[in-house]
Each structure stands twice: as structure tokens, then as C-alpha cells.
């Protein structure tokens, strides 16, 4: 009988190899207890936060803790069924409103989480006989996307804009088209140049999709993303995004100024065959949402953060994703897998945790350290950061 694990034997070589050495495993670390959005306990030990995504530090917020268990008493823990059936609670009405008021569109769909987001409303608007053209970095629920569609998929070079024009180019004359791309991609953390980017879309009449997860809540004017930023949100056809990062709870969303949007809740398979969020998660979303619109002083805070943690690491000898910082995510490039584990733990020694990100999740088979950022984040906070990789970087010889 064949052994349907042996194509990971690969994997699995290299886990036990790395693991031999006598690291710690970094992808099955432990968070006892969470103190705040910068602070855990880890191994018995407070540790600052540097890799939760937790942009604009919303998991604590008072108003927002509130808002979930007073929906949870009220509607209790679950909803036992699909939004097309008996899941469509106020609360997803509320949260719905909430996004359409937050990016002042016309249609706002919720997703339980981002990846369905993404795998609903790209399987479902290209199908077989369409086009897809997209960045080759994209996330893989983009690409299970596609492939869910059954498109024809056609990427290009990373953020190349003259590859991308090609690409298009050489679509056959009244097929459909759609253009994905990202407004902050999560490895590097670079930004998209979307506003040349959706101009050639446009030009070759193509329908355009950005996935904002990285850059809702913290990116442009009113936390609309990159978008709104390079001054093209209302060029762009969708907007996907999760309640993951900035928002600071679970589930996914698509924003949309399409006419014809809201038959996507009858057809999009992953919106109508799985369960609806829980009312609490609902009302935990709606209630961030809201006081993001009022998050210009938490996003001129993260930004200095940004800055102060990008100026500093690039002082210090660190090889980093981007040459200057242009989101809340700030990569480290390591030279390889085993001396990034060690250096992932060395820093984990010293309080603090970051992301450890391998192929094939990485570009062009790079070993990272992922830092993402929070609002909540102080000063002093950041400058124990440097310190810390500082320290580690000598004792691993990274830098």
C-alpha cells in the first residue's frame, strides 16, 4: 500500500534535523497567558509581542471587550448554521454596516475567516473560460482561490509592473479578466505600487481585486490600505480584507461598489456551505471598526514605530526586507534555516517573540524573522527591541 505522507518525508527530514540540534521547536510555541497586545507569558516568561499581526493593538480594548460579552449573553456562543440559513444574526448586519461605513462603499460581505474571504470571492467571480493574472508572491489562500475557480492563472514577477502589462496583454480578445494584487505583502512587508498598477489593469479592461489584510486599519488617511493611500480605492473592484490583524479578532470581509454584489451570498460556496462567526466575534469587530475610523494618533504612533525599529536594525548590520520602511511588517533576512531558528530562539531567551518564516512560504526560498508592529507598542518598548537584537545578532554571528 502506498504511504500517502512519503511526499513530506523531505519535511519531515528536516524538522528532526533542525530540531536534532537541540532548538526549540519555533512553530509550536506556547502563549500561557496574554497581558496585553505587546505582552505575553511564553515558557514561564513575559515576552514582548513582535509577531502577532496586532497592528493597531485592538484585543484589549475596553470598549470592544465589552461589546463581545454583552453578545454573548445576549445571543449566546454560537450560531449552528450557515449565513443563508438561520447564522445571519444583528450582529453580522452591524459589523456589514460598519465595513461599508469604514470604507464608504456600497456592498460589504463577511467571511468567517480571511482565507474564505479570498478562496470565496476569487472561486467564485473568475471561473473556467476567465483570466487571473496575478503577482507571483500572493498569498496562498489567493492562490487556493484560483485554483478552487478553475481559472486560467497567469502570474508575473513580483510587483513588475511592465510584466504584468504583458501578461494581460497576450489574454485573448473578450475573455474575462482579474487582476490580483496586495496592498502590503506579508514576508517582506513592501507595498504594491497599485496606483500604475491598476491604471494598466484598467487599461486592458480587467476587473481588479486587492487583499488589504496588512494595511487595513494603519495604511492611508482614514486606514482604508494602499489603496486609498496611492489615491485608486475607487478604481479597484474589491477590496478583501480580515479581522485578524488591525481589527484585532477573527473572520474576513469583501468590500465592493459592484451592482450586481450581493448575488455573490447565493453562489460563493465558502459563504454559503460553512458556519457564520459567533455573535461575540461579530460584535467585537463592529465595535474596532468603528474606533479605527478614529485612529489617526494609533497610526502616527506605528508608523514611528516603524521607522525607529527600520533605521535602527539597518544601523546595527541586519539585512531587511525593504530599504526603508513601508509598512508595520519589518523582515530579517537570515542567512539560513538552522542559523534563523537559532537566532529566532536566542531572541525568544531574551524575551521576546517574533515569527520565524521558512520556504515554502517565504520568496525566493528565503529564511526570515518577521517583526510586525503594534500601536500599542511604547517607546521605551521599541528600544529594548533594538537591544535585544542587538545581543542576539552577536551571539548567533548574525551580525
Known amino acids: 500500500m502506498a504511504d500517502l505522507f512519503s511526499k513530506f518525508d523531505g519535511l519531515i527530514a528536516q524538522r528532526e534535523g533542525l530540531l536534532a540540534t537541540g532548538v526549540t521547536d519555533p512553530f509550536s510555541l506556547v502563549m500561557e497567558r496574554v497581558l496585553s497586545p505587546t505582552v505575553a507569558v511564553c515558557n514561564g516568561h513575559e515576552t514582548i509581542l513582535l509577531g502577532t499581526y496586532n497592528y493597531m493593538g485592538m484585543t484589549f480594548d475596553p470598549d470592544v471587550i465589552e461589546a463581545g460579552k454583552q453578545a454573548l449573553e445576549d445571543f449566546g456562543s454560537g450560531t449552528t448554521g450557515s449565513r443563508v440559513l438561520n447564522g445571519t444574526y444583528a450582529g453580522h448586519r452591524a459589523v456589514e454596516t460598519a465595513l461599508k461605513d469604514f470604507y464608504a462603499m456600497d456592498h460589504a460581505m463577511v467571511f468567517s475567516t480571511g482565507y474564505q474571504a479570498n478562496l470565496g470571492i476569487i472561486s467564485t467571480v473568475a471561473g473556467k ?96 490600505g494602499v489603496a486609498e493611500e496611492q489615491g485608486v480605492l475607487d478604481q479597484v473592484d474589491f477590496v478583501i480584507g480580515t479581522f485578524s490583524k488591525s481589527v484585532g479578532t477573527v473572520g474576513g470581509f469583501c468590500v465592493s461598489n459592484h451592482p450586481k454584489f450581493e448575488i455573490l451570498r447565493l453562489v460563493c460556496r465558502p459563504y454559503v456551505f460553512t458556519a457564520s462567526l459567533p455573535p461575540s466575534v461579530v460584535a467585537t469587530a463592529a465595535t474596532s471598526i468603528r474606533k479605527l475610523m478614529d485612529g489617526n494618533n494609533k497610526r502616527a504612533h506605528l508608523w514611528e514605530n516603524s521607522r525607529t525599529l527600520h533605521g535602527a536594525l539597518k544601523g546595527l548590520g541586519f539585512q531587511l526586507g525593504t530599504d526603508h520602511p513601508q509598512s508595520a511588517i519589518i523582515s530579517v533576512i537570515m542567512p539560513d534555516l538552522e542559523r534563523g ?59
Not at 479592461?205 to 492611508?220: P, Y
Open 341 to 399: 531558528a537559532a537566532m529566532w530562539e536566542a531572541l525568544l531567551h531574551e524575551g521576546l517573540y517574533v515569527n520565524l518564516a521558512r520556504p515554502p512560504a517565504t520568496p525566493a526560498g528565503m529564511t526570515l524573522l518577521r517583526c510586525s508592529l503594534c500601536a500599542e507598542h511604547t517607546a521605551e518598548q521599541v528600544q529594548t527591541i533594538i537591544g535585544m537584537f542587538d545581543r542576539a545578532g552577536r551571539a548567533i554571528g548574525i551580525i
Open 129 to 224: 473560460g476567465d483570466y487571473i493574472v496575478l503577482d507571483i508572491d500572493s498569498h496562498a489562500s489567493i492562490w487556493d482561490g484560483c485554483k478552487l475557480g478553475d481559472a486560467e492563472v497567469v502570474p508575473f514577477k513580483h510587483n513588475d509592473i511592465s510584466a504584468m502589462d504583458k501578461r494581460l496583454g497576450r489574454i485573448p480578445e473578450g475573455a474575462g479578466k482579474l487582476v490580483i494584487l496586495e496592498g502590503v505583502y506579508s514576508m517582506l512587508g513592501d507595498i504594491a505600487p497599485l496606483k500604475e498598477m491598476v491604471a494598466v489593469a484598467k487599461g486592458h479592461g480587467a476587473m481588479v481585486l486587492v487583499d488589504e489584510a496588512h494595511s487595513m486599519g494603519f495604511i492611508g488617511p482614514n486606514g482604508r
